[in-house]
């Protein structure tokens, strides 16, 4: 199997199917380089989660993780990350926004939260290469669309599920110039990722 990739934080967001779930667990036991990708990536979903409610639900802890804890820790003294989390641990309440800017800055994907009408909340999560971009809403009117604009161009990426929130999972859309969720003829909400 090869490295993971993009599916390295799609796992951590907790995004991939069952079955693929099962092959990466299996890589990852292997393969320290992925493991690492997969950890940071966990960071910087758990610092986002501490940061920016409403969020995807966490993915639960996998089953190599007990065996990783010793293994990810000294991964971790060497990097920003750890140094932020262990600022986290002494209880520092305002060190909580650098955390997540620390996470998010070393790991692959990013977000914004769009612009969005009173009572509407949109989140985008996406990875820096444009290979899959994550929206997420609460409040957005029923069977609303999500919008890619590229360019000049835009397409109808599909609607939102119905679920609360309402999703939507795009595979490849690029590096979008802006998001926006669209109801019948009208922008409810939109914003601009930053790769
Ligand atoms: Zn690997």
Not at 30 to 59: F, G, H, K, Q, Y
Not at 175 to 195: K, L, Q, T
Request: net charge negative.
């Amino acid at each position: 199997m090869n490295h993971l990739d993009d599916d390295a934080e799609l796992y951590a967001l907790g995004l991939t199917e069952r079955e693929r779930s099962a092959e990466i667990e299996a890589h990852l036991a292997a393969c320290p380089d992925c493991r690492t990708r997969v950890i940071a990536a966990e960071a910087a979903a758990a610092a986002l989660a501490s940061t920016l409610p409403p969020m995807p639900a966490a993915a639960p802890r996998r089953a190599w993780w007990p065996a990783l804890a010793a293994a990810a820790a000294l991964v971790f003294a060497t990097t920003t990350v750890t140094e932020g989390i262990a600022v986290r641990a002494r209880g520092a309440e305002a060190a909580r926004t650098d955390v997540a800017l620390t996470a998010i800055a070393s790991s692959h994907f990013g977000h914004t939260t769009l612009s969005a009408d009173p009572g509407v909340v949109v989140k985008a999560l996406y990875a820096r290469d444009g290979a899959w971009c994550y929206v997420v809403a609460t409040g957005a009117p029923r069977g609303a669309h999500v919008m890619i604009r590229r360019g000049t161009a835009t397409r109808d990426a599909g609607a939102l599920g119905d679920g609360s929130p309402a999703t939507l999972f795009l595979r490849q859309p690029g590096r979008a110039d802006e998001v926006s969720i669209v109801a019948g003829e009208r922008v409810v909400a939109h914003g601009v990722p930053v790769y």
